[in-house]
C-alpha cells in the first residue's frame, strides 16, 4: 500500500481541469474546514447532534445495526446466506437518542444511518454546508453514525466525500483489481453497489482469501481528518472505515455529468447486468467471440478506426442527441420484452 496523493488549497478550476482527468483519488485537505457542521462535531456528540436536530423535519432515514465485532463490518454473512445487520427505517431523533446511548457503552453495536438525501431529511444543512467545487444542483446524502466498516465496493457515478465529524479511513483499488477482491454478485450485495464478500482487507484470512494480498499491494491509503475530503472517480474500489468510537459523519456528493445535452449518464450497471445475463450461458468459444466484439465496438473502435464510415452515417458509432437516445432506449426496451 502507499499514501494518497493529498492537496491543499484545491480550487474549482483545478479540480475540474487537473483532478477529474487524470481518473486518480486525491484527497482535498481542509475542503470544508469552514463548514459550521465541522465546528460543531469538534464540539462535541452532543453539541453536533443538537445542530443537526435544528434541521430535523422528522422524515424517517435507513438504518443499519450490527452486532460488535472485530471488524465491525455491514457485509453478508459467513456463509453468505444473508446479511450480518439489521436493517429498518427510523427518524434522526431515534437515531441520535441511540448514538447518544450507546455512547456510553465500551463496545455498542455499530449504528449508521447511511445515504440519506440531505434536502428531503435535513432541508437546509446543504446550504449552510455547501460544497466549493460543485453546483447547487448536486445534492448531497448525509452517513452518521458510531465506529464501523463498510467493505470494498464501487459507484459508478463521481464522488467527493467529505468528513465533517470524527476520522475515516479510505482504502482504494483500481477497478483492475476486480479480480482480486472475491467479490459478491451485483444483483445480491448488503448495499446498492456491488461489495466484497471480504469484511476487511486488512484483517482477511490470507488462506480463505490469497488474492487479498495481491490486491492490498496496489492498494492507496489515506486516514481523513474533519474537514478533509476525498475525490473518488468512478468504478474505483474503496473500503471505508469510521475510526471514532461514539461519532463519525461523512457528507458526500454523486453526480455524473450528461452524456450529451438532454442524454442522462445512467445505463452503465443496467449493461453490465444485461451482458452478463445474455451470455452467461454461451460455451467458453463463443464467449471469447463476444469479449472480442465487445472490445471493438464498446472500447475499440472510435478515431482512426471508424474514417472508413462516413461522419454524417456513423449512427450509433457516432454522436447521437437526446431523441435518438430515446429511440435506441425503446428498441431495447422492445427486445427485452418476454
Not at 437546509?124 to 452518521?144: F, H, K, M, T, Y
Not at 467458453?284 to 482512426?304: K, Q
Request: net charge negative; aromatic share 10%.
Amino acid at each position: 500500500m502507499r499514501p494518497m496523493k493529498a492537496v491543499d488549497g484545491i480550487t474549482r478550476e483545478r479540480f475540474e481541469c487537473n483532478v477529474v482527468p487524470a481518473y486518480e483519488p486525491v484527497v482535498m485537505r481542509g475542503l470544508v474546514g469552514h463548514w459550521p457542521l465541522v465546528a460543531q462535531g469538534r464540539a462535541g456528540l452532543e453539541a453536533c447532534l443538537q445542530y443537526l436536530t435544528g434541521f430535523d423535519k422528522g422524515a424517517v432515514v435507513d438504518a443499519v445495526l450490527a452486532k460488535p465485532g472485530p471488524t465491525r463490518a455491514f457485509s453478508y454473512k459467513p456463509d453468505l446466506d444473508g446479511f450480518n445487520f439489521m436493517h429498518d427505517k427510523r427518524p434522526y431523533a431515534a437515531l441520535f437518542e441511540q448514538l447518544w446511548r450507546y455512547s456510553h457503552f465500551p463496545e455498542p453495536p455499530s449504528l449508521a444511518a447511511q445515504s440519506a438525501l440531505v434536502p428531503e431529511a435535513l432541508p437546509g444543512l446543504e446550504r449552510a454546508n455547501a460544497c466549493p467545487l460543485l453546483d447547487a444542483d448536486a445534492a448531497p446524502r448525509l452517513w452518521i453514525g458510531n465506529r464501523a466498516t463498510v467493505p470494498a465496493h464501487f459507484d459508478d457515478s463521481h464522488n467527493i466525500a467529505c468528513v465533517a465529524a470524527g476520522r475515516r479511513r479510505f482504502t482504494l483499488l483500481p477497478p483492475a483489481c476486480a479480480p482480486l477482491l472475491y467479490l459478491g454478485p451485483p444483483d445480491y450485495a448488503p448495499t446498492p453497489a456491488p461489495m466484497s464478500v471480504v469484511p476487511d482487507l486488512h484483517t482477511a484470512d490470507p488462506v480463505r482469501f490469497p488474492l487479498i494480498a495481491e490486491a492490498l499491494a496496489q492498494a492507496i491509503v489515506a486516514e481523513l481528518e474533519p474537514g478533509d475530503a476525498i475525490y473518488i472517480p468512478p468504478l474505483w474500489f474503496h473500503q471505508v472505515e469510521s475510526l471514532a468510537p461514539h461519532l463519525n459523519i461523512l457528507m458526500n456528493y454523486w453526480w455524473r455529468p450528461e452524456a450529451a445535452p438532454g442524454r442522462a449518464d445512467d445505463l452503465h450497471l443496467a449493461s453490465l447486468r444485461l451482458a452478463m445475463l445474455a451470455l452467461r450461458h454461451l460455451p467458453d468459444g463463443e464467449r471469447e467471440g463476444w469479449r472480442a466484439l465487445f472490445g471493438h465496438y464498446v472500447f475499440g473502435a472510435r478515431g482512426e478506426g471508424l474514417m472508413h464510415i462516413p461522419e454524417a452515417q456513423r449512427h450509433l458509432f457516432g454522436e447521437i442527441d437526446a431523441a435518438q437516445d430515446a429511440l435506441m432506449r425503446r428498441d431495447i426496451a422492445g427486445r427485452l420484452k418476454p
